[in-house]
């Protein structure tokens, strides 16, 4: 069967019987490489009860269902387990973490937080009337962009 090249994707070939199914697990792999989500990374053996649709990054040395496939994502269908190599620049979310990795070639790492200096977080005050609860909704947002390196705590 030929595949593609990044990810060795099934395609479809010249007189090809069943190319329904050579066309589904396309569009699986398509599905999760699109949509890069992984609940987690490390894990060496597959999760006791996998939810259909949810993916891995496969620890080293990788155990049971998972053997042989070290560094690889591991995603589960209705069919079982589906393993993509990864291609340099391949970006996934790890939900787990709440950040993106990224593989570089030979290993997974993590995007860089923002180097850049950032400006201070302007401080509230207000006047004689000040709505609660919009300075509260705003003490939040700004928490959350310094969190993000938006702005530096000051």
């Not at 290993?107 to 207000?126: I, S």
Request: one cysteine or more; hydrophobic letters at 45%; glycine letters at 12%.
């Amino acid at each position: 069967m030929e595949t593609t090249q990044r990810f060795g994707l099934p395609l479809l070939v010249f007189g090809q019987g069943q190319k329904d199914i050579t066309h589904n697990e396309a569009v699986m792999g398509i599905d999760w490489l699109l949509h890069g989500r992984i609940v987690s990374a490390g894990l060496r053996r597959p999760p006791a009860a996998p939810a259909v649709g949810d993916a891995w990054l496969v620890g080293t040395p990788a155990e049971a269902e998972w053997l042989g496939h070290d560094g690889q994502m591991a995603c589960f269908s209705a069919g079982g387990w589906r393993f993509f190599r990864p291609a340099a620049g391949l970006a996934l979310w790890n939900a787990e973490l709440g950040r993106c990795q990224r593989f570089d070639g030979t290993d997974w790492r993590f995007d860089p937080r923002p180097t850049m200096t950032a400006p201070v977080r302007p401080q509230l005050q207000g006047g004689s009337v000040i709505d609660a609860e919009a300075r509260q909704a705003l003490l939040v947002i700004l928490a959350r962009l310094v969190e993000l390196g938006i702005f530096a705590d000051g």
